[in-house]
């Protein structure tokens, strides 16, 4: 039987699927029912509902949607992707995981056999690719208020004060190194941005309306997505 390399963080979501093994037929079935989100979101939408924290739960479902991948690109069932990642790990010596991991087979592969390509898991974690191979990825976003005075020529009395405003902007450059960029705005760059906000939103939903297959931004609100 052919093996793979793993990386550690792959091991590690193996890891999350074997020691959850009990609750994979709950998270693919309530996966479905809740249907594709951009990535993490879909295990935002379920984590509650089968007792895992966030981090907890879109490993296992990057892990399951990683052995579907596997299945796919190697054409074989998933008893034998299975097989495959077993002699994976045993030949990275992951003998920590291997003991969970043998002792789940049977439930990852009947978790496996509900999964296809259309399946929200797979395509969740496909739409996260997607999202994250955009340029310039925004991390966070701060506004900043603040005044300047205009003082006489003695400087002793303030005549006037200029309010502007300090947007700073944190993002993931092309290189995936943490950037920042830092923009002053004045009254008609807060209105425009306020504008251009707003038609984003309109436009999203207009966008929706007129497809017949399910849309969502990253991180959307779930107020939104069911508008």
Excluded at 4 to 22: P, T
Excluded at 92 to 119: D, F, M, P, R, S
Excluded at 200 to 216: G, R
Aim: aromatic share 6%; with cysteine; net charge negative.
């Amino acid at each position: 039987m052919a093996t793979i390399s793993l990386e550690d963080w792959e091991v590690e979501e193996l890891g999350a699927v074997a020691s959850n093994s009990k609750k994979l037929s709950d998270i693919v079935s309530r996966s479905a029912s809740f249907g594709p989100k951009v990535g993490v979101d879909l295990a935002r939408g379920i984590c509650e509902r089968v007792s895992l924290v966030l981090d907890e739960t879109f490993s296992v479902i990057r892990g399951l949607a990683r052995i579907c991948f596997l299945r796919s690109r190697l054409n074989i069932t998933s008893t034998a992707a299975v097989e495959v990642l077993t002699g994976s790990l045993e030949q990275g010596n992951k003998t920590k995981i291997l003991t969970a991991w043998n002792g789940a087979k049977a439930e990852i592969v009947k978790a496996l056999e509900q999964i296809n390509e259309e399946h929200a898991i797979v395509v969740s974690i496909k739409a996260d690719f997607v999202a994250r191979s955009r340029p310039n990825i925004l991390a966070s976003a701060r506004l900043f208020t603040e005044s300047r005075p205009v003082f006489n020529e003695g400087g002793d009395k303030v005549l006037f004060n200029v309010i502007s405003h300090m947007l700073s902007l944190d993002y993931h450059g092309e290189d995936g190194r943490r950037k920042e960029v830092n923009l002053s705005l004045d009254a008609m760059d807060v209105a425009q941005l306020t504008a251009a906000l707003m038609d984003a939103d309109t436009e999203t939903t207009a966008f929706k309306k007129s497809i017949s297959i399910p849309s969502a931004r990253p991180f959307e609100s779930f107020d939104d997505e069911n508008e």
